[in-house]
């Protein structure tokens, strides 16, 4: 059974910085497709930015291109997504994904392995 726990949401202001964390305790990451997503309230749910096997990234939000990274640390087994100049529109639940596939792609349905999510809020 592959279990994917986030961390590091938390309330922020605008323009602040938070570094969300994804931990496999039952896989190793270096050999995954990793993709983050998010979901706002009221909203279907959002691919925001992923890591494949081979290291790429792929950017599936524009609006995240330049504030947001993507990393692993393959000797704490995690993967990690830096967000920097954090706006009102980045609330949301956070959440990283997993599957068998090799590259990266925003159809949430090809992730079979889903954490539990954690809560990014952006207030003044």
């Known amino acids: 059974q592959v279990e994917l726990v986030e961390s590091g949401g938390g309330l922020v202001q605008p323009g602040g910085s938070l570094r969300l964390s994804c931990e496999a305790s039952?896989?190793?990451?270096?050999?995954?497709?990793i993709g983050w997503f998010r979901q706002a309230p009221g909203k279907e749910r959002e691919g925001v930015l992923c890591i494949s096997m081979s290291d790429g990234r792929t950017y599936f939000l524009d609006s995240v291109k330049g504030r947001f990274t993507i990393s692993r640390d393959n000797i704490k087994n995690t993967v990690y997504l830096q967000m920097n100049s954090l706006r009102f529109e980045d609330t949301a639940v956070y959440y990283c994904?997993?599957?068998?596939?090799?590259?990266?792609?925003?159809?949430?349905?090809?992730?079979?392995?889903w954490g539990q999510g954690t809560q990014v809020t952006v207030s003044s």
């Open positions: 039952t896989i190793t990451l270096d050999y995954y497709t």
């Open positions: 994904a997993t599957g068998a596939l090799k590259a990266c792609t925003v159809a949430s349905d090809a992730y079979d392995y």
